[in-house]
C-alpha cells in the first residue's frame, strides 16, 4: 500500500525558513517522479516543485523559483522541499504526491498517489 507521510511544517515569521519532507513506503520509491504541492484556503491546488525519478531534472512555479529547492533521497525514500525566504503567501497546506510516467509536472490530474499534508503558516 502506497503510503506518503508529510512532516516539516509549521509557523514562521516572513523570511524564514521551513524544510519539508515525505516518507514514502509502499511502492518503488525511485521508479516515480515526486512533486510537492500546495493548497490554500479557498484556492485550487497548485504545483509548487516536481523532480525525476533520479532527481536530475527539477521543476517550479515561477512564483518559488529561487526560494524553494526540491530534492530526494532515493535511499532513504525520502523526498524534501527546502524552503527560504518565506512569505505569508506561501500560507497553505503543503502536499506531496508521486506520478509514475509522464511529463506535465506540476499538473495536480498528472500525480497519482496523494500524502496528507503539512500546514505551513507564514506570519508578517
Known amino acids: 500500500q502506497v503510503q506518503l507521510v508529510e512532516s516539516g511544517g509549521g509557523s514562521v515569521q516572513a523570511g524564514g525558513s521551513l524544510r519539508l519532507s515525505c516518507a514514502a513506503s509502499?511502492?518503488?520509491?525511485?521508479?516515480?517522479?515526486m512533486g510537492w504541492f500546495r493548497q490554500a484556503p479557498g484556492k485550487e491546488r497548485e504545483g509548487v516543485a516536481a523532480i525525476s525519478t533520479g532527481g536530475g531534472s527539477t521543476y517550479y512555479a515561477d512564483s518559488v523559483k529561487g526560494r524553494f529547492t526540491i530534492s530526494r533521497d532515493n535511499v532513504k525514500n525520502t523526498l524534501y522541499l527546502q524552503m527560504n525566504s518565506l512569505k505569508p503567501e506561501d500560507t497553505a497546506m503543503y502536499y506531496c504526491?508521486?506520478?509514475?510516467?509522464?511529463?506535465?509536472?506540476?499538473?495536480?490530474?498528472?500525480?497519482?498517489?496523494w500524502g496528507q499534508g503539512t500546514q505551513v503558516t507564514v506570519s508578517s
Open positions: 504526491a508521486a506520478k509514475s510516467w509522464g511529463s506535465n509536472w506540476l499538473s495536480v490530474g498528472a500525480y497519482n498517489y
Open positions: 509502499g511502492y518503488i520509491f525511485s521508479g516515480y517522479s
